[in-house]
């Protein structure tokens, strides 16, 4: 097995409910570790920066509003096949569709306000990790 990075989200919803402490012990748990965290608040223009590759979807406007509207916390996990077991303690990104146990079935609202986002392969994860942290912010 590799050892990976991959960058997480807490979205604006699980930051106003007080709920990252929550969502970062059950990655801790499944042995990923934090090796770079920040909270910010996006600006309009870094989230459609970020979602960029979504940029002719239909739900692009909602949500680069949404993920501009109230801080998130930015982190680099690392660990054994960290991608995938990121995106399998997440969860289903519609929490109704979303597997016992997970995040989103725990912690989601709807499609949108699911509580966390994740890096979809770890290609994605080393571009999505330089949209927030330098190479400097990452203490492994």
Known sequence: MAVERTLSIIKPDATGRNITGRIN??????GLRIIA???????????EAFYAV????????????????????????????????HREIMGATNPANAADGTIRKQFG?????????????????AQEIKFFFGDRDIVG
């Open 25 to 30: 012990t059950q990655f801790e748990d499944a």
């Open 37 to 47: 965290q920040k909270r910010l608040r996006l600006t309009r223009e870094q989230a």
């Open 54 to 85: 979504h940029s002719e979807r239909s739900f692009y406007g909602d949500l680069c509003e949404y993920m501009s509207s109230g801080p998130v916390v930015a982190q680099v996990l690392e660990g054994e096949n960290a991608v995938a077991l």
């Open 109 to 125: 609202l709807n499609v949108q306000e699911n509580s966390v986002h994740g890096s979809d392969s770890p290609e994605n994860a």
